[in-house]
């Protein structure tokens, strides 16, 4: 008989920073084997940005284990992904050996979850504000959406504690996947975020842009209504927009993982509403819980593996590369040899290159793994350049 999720082991209510902070440490407490707690630094009045990790070896990478992340309440006057992040770490820890497709999830990939980047702004909100910006910025009255370094040379120095503590944890773990979770629309977005091309609102293609419209509809098609894409007064087909064909931002968190952290992250908007009152917090999980769920199980996508050379031995900063995708920053292997691409299936030709290295190219196959809970595997070794 499978365990049945109830709702009373966390209240549907907007919770302070004590109360996150004490629900975080209860969960780890109760589920010290698959949760692991820990700060990535503090806000600018000197709140702890707490990440609780799970999975079934919650406190250390694994070699072709993927990581992922969520992260809520970058703006603090849009606590909606704060809760949604909440119930979904209470889900997660009490189905975990009873629900087998969340006992398999869990074993196949580590979760970090950052409920509150920006807590100062949090406190600082009101609830039943739909619009305005009231508790929007940091304590310093930036945006931290606006805050990390831009691709195109466009973002906002200097760098605020909170994205300076998020800067060195997108770098800390080989994340492949990553959602921030948002209030205003109702919407599944992408990057690029800022124009590359020209100015006004253009879209702006980056060369996974195949990859990022394939999870933004898996997330919105997965949604109770995002997919119907009419809503809160603005159409998006499908219920997913180009970053910067809906509204060009420079330095965005979104561009600065998928260029320099290799991490592939959506901005997902969860309500019209920015801060909606309590009552509506119930309906808000029950309409993003399966694609929150499955939009974590896509990291199985596309390849996975590592470099190694003639004796078994780890290559690391080794660049893969895929026929026709220029990526900004070259995708490399971690210092473990590892590498993750997500691609949707078909076949590829790739170009395996590191410094004293010959390079290699390789055609590989990609198909559908997501339901064996693995993307598939491609190790490669490289011969020593004589």
């Known amino acids: 008989m499978l365990h049945q999720y109830s709702y009373a082991s966390l209240d549907f209510k907007y919770h302070p920073t004590s109360h996150l902070e004490s629900f975080l440490q209860e969960v780890h407490k109760n589920y010290s084997s698959i949760t692991h707690l820990y700060s990535i630094g503090k806000s600018v009045e000197g709140r702890e940005l707490l990440v609780i990790a799970i999975g079934e070896n919650p406190k250390k990478h694994r070699i072709g284990i993927p990581e992922v992340k969520y992260i809520g309440n970058i703006h603090g006057n849009e606590p909606i992904g704060r809760e949604v992040l909440l119930h979904l770490i209470d889900y997660l820890v009490t189905n975990y050996g009873y629900n087998p497709n969340i006992t398999q999830l869990m074993s196949s ?11 100062d702004g949090f406190e600082n909100a009101t609830v039943g504000r739909c619009t305005g910006t009231l508790g ?22 200097p760098l605020e504690p909170e994205t300076e503590a998020v800067i060195r944890w997108i770098h800390s773990e080989p994340f492949v996947l990553s959602a921030s979770l948002h209030g205003g629309a109702i919407v599944a977005a992408y990057p690029y975020d800022v124009n590359n091309q020209a100015t006004g609102n253009n879209y702006s293609r980056s060369p996974d842009d195949d990859i990022f419209k394939y999870l933004a509809k898996i997330y919105s098609f997965n949604h109770k209504t995002m997919y ?23 330095g965005g968190m979104q561009d600065y993982n998928y260029v320099w952290g290799q991490c592939y992250e959506l901005t997902i908007e969860l309500s019209c509403c920015k801060y909606p009152s309590a009552s509506k917090l119930l309906h808000l999980w029950e309409q993003n819980r399966v694609s929150l769920i499955l939009f974590i199980k896509q990291v199985h996508l596309g390849l996975k593996g590592r470099v190694l050379d003639e004796k078994g031995n780890p290559v690391s900063k080794a660049i893969v590369n ?26 590829y030709m790739l170009k395996i290159e590191a410094e004293g290295f010959n390079s290699l190219d390789k055609t590989v196959d990609v198909f559908d793994n997501i339901s064996q809970y693995s993307a598939a595997v491609y190790d490669f070794v490289l011969q020593r350049a004589k």
């Open 109 to 119: 990939v580590r979760i970090h979850i950052l409920p509150a980047m920006n807590p």
């Open 136 to 157: 929007r910025y940091n304590s310093n009255q930036m945006d931290l959406n606006r805050n990390f370094p831009d691709p195109f040379g466009k973002s906002i120095a």
């Open 228 to 250: 119907k894409g009419n809503l809160c007064k603005m159409k998006f087909l499908d219920g997913v927009t180009n970053g910067a064909k809906w509204y060009t931002i420079a």
């Open 322 to 347: 895929i026929f026709g995708r220029s990526n900004l920053v070259p995708f490399q292997t971690n210092y473990l040899g590892e590498y993750y691409r997500l691609l949707v299936p078909g076949e």
